[in-house]
């Protein structure tokens, strides 16, 4: 039987990066995102557009992907969006919005699909969190709490659904070479030399990075024991508390 994975935020970044992936493993694609998913991943592929802070959209997802594969093994909690915003600058508007995103969606995706996988007693779900949702940084007092949540519930799910079944677990992207990177960057938020001089291991990650992170975690074989995790993939950036001149003399 052919495993399922859906995917948020796959247009591009880690969510694309994620579906050639698992693509290449054999799975089936449901690959969800605001906007037309482009490309060829595959003739087992379901593309579909809409908002998944939005509980009909959500419905609509898990609707169509049961009509066309009558299951679903994984879930990734990829969609995100970002703030950069100073936080006595940051409108409740703002903080909604990413919070809707971020953490409302992750919420409303697995309460659904993992309706779907808990009657079948199996499934992982995978939730993209940060480092941001394990540490601070500042000018980013909606993106914080949006992920630090998103940790909370991947702990939270993984307690009541792990002795059903279903593993949840987290990755921790550090800074990714991604689209949101570069609009990010563009602002003057920062620069790339910035972020290399703070990771120890010298250089942002790739998509492909988190992507093999999230197939590991997506594994019901290599993972199978794993449950509740939030698994940094971030170059050693949280581990590391060397102030830059005793780090960058290690290199």
């Not at 009558?70 to 909690?77: A, I, K, S």
């Amino acid at each position: 039987m052919t495993r399922v994975a859906v995917i948020t935020g796959a247009a591009q970044g880690i969510g694309r990066e994620t579906a050639r992936v698992l693509a290449e493993r054999g799975f089936a694609l449901v690959l969800l995102d605001l906007r037309e998913v482009e490309g060829d991943f595959g003739a087992s592929t379901l593309k579909l557009t809409g908002d998944v802070s939005s509980e009909e959209d959500v419905k609509r997802f898990v609707t169509r992907t049961t009509e066309k594969f009558g299951r679903v093994d994984v879930l990734v909690n990829n969609a995100g969006i970002s703030c950069i915003v100073p936080a006595e600058d940051t409108t409740t508007e703002q903080f909604r919005r990413v919070l809707d995103v971020n953490l409302l969606g992750p919420f409303l995706l697995s309460r659904e699909f993992g309706r779907v996988m808990l009657e079948r007693g199996e499934g992982a779900i995978v939730n993209v969190a940060s480092v941001a949702g394990l540490a601070g940084v500042s000018d980013r007092s909606a993106y914080n709490a949006s992920k630090h949540g998103l940790i909370g519930l991947t702990r939270t799910l993984a307690g009541e659904w792990g002795g059903r079944g279903v593993r949840v677990n987290a990755v921790c992207p550090g800074w990714v070479k991604t689209e949101m990177d570069e609009k990010d960057a563009g602002s003057g938020a920062y620069t790339s030399a910035d972020i290399e001089r703070r990771v120890p291991m010298g250089r942002f990650a790739t998509p492909r990075d988190v992507a093999e992170a999230i197939a590991f975690l997506a594994d019901a074989d290599k993972s199978a024991f794993v449950n509740g995790v939030a698994l940094s993939v971030d170059g050693g950036w949280y581990a590391d508390a060397s102030w830059e001149s005793l780090r960058l003399g290690k290199r």
